[in-house]
């Protein structure tokens, strides 16, 4: 795929949708970081369900570390590998309150040095709280990135590289969120929804659907 080619997808993508963002609710850096600690392998509705109900009651870390895992716990059963997440979240209150001044922080390895976030999870809060062009490859993306030829690889990594790299510029803050959404809604795992695609005839998957 060439660069001209690209520069048009996103164009469609920007004009299609000019204000994107995470399907999850927040409103601070650090909302969004428990948020999206807690949707590893859970859907955004799940996660929205029972933070709804959490971050009324408490939204900080000094808040959440008073609750302690168990009272944690009782607000996020219905997600899964919620006892693990919890007392990641718990742990990561601790180090947040200890050496970040109860903020969170936006350097990459300091996000990655938290107990449950990941490379991933740390893209997705520099990106969307901090506004910093990074992205964040799920398997939505993984997905999108090979099928549609924008940029393949063989692992999220090699993808997210290959992204970083071929993505122009002007596009790059909300690249991940259009390739999430475009993955999530219409370029699905199945059966992909080639004939309501805003990108169809841009992309080079071999195997359309009508």
Request: charged share 25%; hydrophobic share 35%.
């Amino acid at each position: 795929m060439n660069a001209q080619k690209r520069f048009e997808i996103f164009s469609r993508l920007r004009d299609n949708n000019p204000e994107p963002t995470t399907e999850l609710n927040y409103s601070s850096p650090f909302e969004l970081l428990v948020a999206v600690t807690l949707s590893a392998q859970a859907t955004d509705v799940s996660v929205n369900k029972a933070t709804d109900k959490l971050f009324p009651v408490a939204n900080t870390p000094e808040a959440i570390y008073k609750l302690g895992e168990k009272g944690l716990k009782k607000y996020i059963r219905t997600i899964g590998l919620f006892n693990t997440k919890a007392a990641n979240i718990i742990r990561t209150c601790k180090i947040l309150m200890d050496e970040h001044n109860s903020e969170v922080p936006q350097e990459q390895k300091q996000l990655e040095a938290l107990p449950g976030v990941g490379r991933k999870t740390a893209n997705v809060v520099r990106n969307t709280a901090f506004g910093q062009p990074t992205i964040a490859v799920d398997t939505h993306i993984f997905r999108v990135s090979n099928r549609t030829k924008i940029a393949p690889g063989k692992n999220v990594l090699e993808v997210e590289k290959k992204l970083m790299k071929f993505v122009p510029k002007e596009f790059m803050h909300d690249a991940h969120h259009w390739l999430i959404l475009l993955g999530r809604y219409t370029c699905i795992a199945r059966k992909p929804r080639c004939g309501s695609c805003v990108i169809e005839d841009l992309c080079e998957y071999k195997d359309k659907t009508e």
